[in-house]
């Protein structure tokens, strides 16, 4: 990146969750360890050593936000991100990846790949409604996380896809009444608003223009953080004040 970018904003119309985090938020008083699971592809688990992946930012900003206020808790962001996988794969990882380390929280990250491989789109939706089915009702709180608004997913091959599997991500959570993370409308917000180029937002030694740059990244996991740290705060409100 040869200059700074300008200063991004994080709307409260695409950051803002509707749902509460009722596991995570107990797990936070509970006193013992508290573990969140990333679950995804390359974006989630990283590339190369010059960006650092959110789910590592993500551990980091809420370390530094709970842990003076809850001193004996231990919170750990599990990476299980996995390059060039989706969905059906991703289904496949379930039960070492997130059950047999009773998560409070779930994160998943999927889209990306469905898009970029040229994958049959409605398919991939069917494979994230079974995952999704897979993760109800058990004692952790499950979020998704649509696909970076980048180069690679704007393509005129790709646009259209890009914006069909959007709409089924969110209808999928809308479907299973989960969150969702919607880091593409933030970085689309970004580009378009903020006037930030897509060469700053995409990692500039991937020459498939994909994957998101350092910057990017942090953004978004300030965003992320952010909106997470806003749904426990008005919990905390509630639980004090309240019916």
Known sequence: MTHSPPAVDFPESI??????????????????????????????????????????????????????????????????????????????????????????????????NAVFHNYDIKTVAEEIDKGLSELSGKKFDVMLMDSQYSTAMLKDDKADASEQMMSLIAAAAEKFEINLFRRWALMRHWHIHNNVQLADM??????????????????????????????LTKMDWCLSHGP
């Open 15 to 112: 950051v803002t969750l509707k749902r509460e985090l009722p596991n995570f938020f107990k797990a936070l008083r509970a006193n013992g360890p508290v573990r969140i699971v990333a679950m995804g592809s390359s974006s989630t688990a990283g590339r190369g050593d010059d960006v650092v992946p959110y789910p590592a930012r993500l551990e980091m900003y809420l370390r530094w936000e709970y842990q003076a206020r809850f001193p004996d808790m231990r919170l750990d962001v599990l990476n299980r991100g996995k390059g060039g996988q989706e969905a059906p794969e991703e289904r496949q990882r379930f039960q070492k990846d997130i059950f047999d380390v009773e998560p409070a929280l779930v994160i998943w990250q999927v889209g990306t």
């Open 202 to 231: 995409v990692d500039p030694s991937d020459g498939d223009q994909l994957h998101q740059s350092d910057w990017s990244m942090m953004q978004v996991s300030k965003a992320l953080f952010g909106s997470i740290k806003d749904v």
